[in-house]
């Protein structure tokens, strides 16, 4: 445990001064003000708040209206017109009136030139109108070749085609040979170019990649 220096010992160094000082507090006086109040019987006086003076409302004076700031006319003037916009409105339609004619002017003086300048340009030739053709296309101008057969059609190219269908198994059994292109003959057509993937030619239409392959399983003749 250390020693407290002694008292008649002298001190060199600088003197040494206190950081924080604990003070006791006083909570008697809070208590007993608190106390006071609660009990009521505290030193404190009630004042009553002051009224109005008498006579106030008599005093008071009522603000006088506030004054409109719209110019009036002149005595002379008549009422619901202002001074100078009859003018203004009159100087207004002379300056739309005038730019009016001046462009009318100015298209009038430009369509008569054009018109000048065609009339004296030379006239040109007339030309021969190209009569369209009436006669039929010929086979080699249809989009699946020559010699192509579609319904409607009939001859013994036909004939050949429904002989040679019967041949196919389910495609057009016990079929016509009359050698007309009907329905149910371009029905057989159609029917053998989506079992054996033929893409070339038109649904129901015997073209030149319908023909190959249909002679290529029932041989050429």
């Known amino acids: 445990m250390p020693m407290p220096p002694d008292r ?6 600088p003197p040494l001064e206190p950081v924080r000082v604990l003070r006791p507090r006083r909570t008697d006086a809070l208590a007993e003000l608190i106390r006071e109040f609660q009990e009521g019987t505290g030193r ?3 004042v009553a708040l002051p009224g109005p003076p008498s006579g106030a409302e008599d005093r008071t004076q ?7 700031h719209t110019p009036l006319a002149p005595s002379g ?3 619901g ?3 100078g916009l009859r003018r203004f409105t009159v100087a207004a339609a002379v300056a739309t009136a005038a730019l009016v004619g001046f462009g009318c002017a100015f298209l009038l003086t430009d369509r008569s030139d054009g018109t000048s300048a065609q009339a004296s340009g030379p006239t040109p030739s007339a030309e021969p109108t190209p009569t369209a053709s009436t006669s039929p296309p010929s086979g080699a101008t249809d989009p699946d070749g020559p010699g192509t057969l579609r319904e409607g059609d009939s001859g013994p190219e036909v004939t050949d085609l429904q002989q040679r269908l019967r041949r196919i198994p389910n495609v057009y059994d016990d079929g016509s040979t009359s050698g007309s292109y009907d329905t149910v003959l371009t029905e057989a057509v159609a029917r053998f170019q989506l079992w054996y993937g033929i893409r070339g030619d038109e649904t129901g239409v015997y073209g ?3 023909r190959l392959a249909l002679e290529s399983r029932t041989g050429a003749e």
């Open 81 to 83: 017109r202002v001074p």
């Open 44 to 46: 404190y006086d009630s």
């Open 8 to 13: 008649e010992q002298s001190h060199d160094g």
């Open 77 to 79: 003037a008549p009422r």
């Open 208 to 210: 030149n990649d319908t």
């Open 62 to 68: 009522e603000l006088p209206p506030v004054a409109d």
